[in-house]
C-alpha cells in the first residue's frame, strides 16, 4: 500500500518561511507526476505546485515567485518551500503522487488524476 506523510506544517507570521516534505512509502514505489494542494476552511480545494517525471514544475498564480516545488528522487521525497508567507496562505497542505505520466500544469486542474494522496499538514500565517 502506497502511503505519502507530509511533514513541515506549523505557525508563522506573514513574511517567513516553511519548508514542508512529503516522503513517498514504501521507498521503491517511483513516481512519475506529484503535486502539492491545499484547502481552506470553507473553500474549494486548490492546485499550488508540480513537478513531472521531467522535474519541470508549474506552480499557481497565486503561489508563483514564493513557492518552489522540488523533488528528492534518492529519499523519495517531495518538498514545497514557501517564502514570503501571507495569511491567505492559511491551509491544510496536501501532496498527491501518481504513477501516470502527466506533464506541465495539468494536475493543477485535475486533481482526480492523483492516484494517492496524503494527510495533509497544517499551515497557518499570521498577519
Known amino acids: 500500500q502506497v502511503q505519502l506523510t507530509e511533514s513541515g506544517g506549523g505557525s508563522v507570521q506573514a513574511g517567513g518561511s516553511l519548508r514542508l516534505s512529503c516522503a513517498v512509502s514504501p521507498y521503491t514505489y517511483s513516481t512519475n507526476y506529484m503535486g502539492w494542494f491545499r484547502q481552506a476552511p470553507g473553500k474549494e480545494r486548490e492546485g499550488v505546485a508540480t513537478i513531472d517525471s521531467n522535474g519541470r514544475t508549474s506552480n499557481a498564480d497565486s503561489v508563483k515567485g514564493r513557492f518552489t516545488v522540488s523533488q528528492d528522487n534518492a529519499k523519495n521525497t517531495l518538498y514545497l518551500q514557501m517564502n514570503s508567507l501571507k495569511p491567505e496562505d492559511t491551509a491544510m497542505y496536501y501532496c498527491?503522487?501518481?504513477?501516470?505520466?502527466?506533464?506541465?500544469?495539468?494536475?493543477?486542474?485535475?486533481?482526480?488524476?492523483?492516484?494517492?494522496w496524503g494527510q495533509g499538514t497544517q499551515v497557518t500565517v499570521s498577519s
Open positions: 498527491a503522487a501518481t504513477r501516470k505520466f502527466y506533464y506541465s500544469d495539468y494536475g493543477l486542474r485535475h486533481p482526480r488524476i492523483f492516484d494517492y
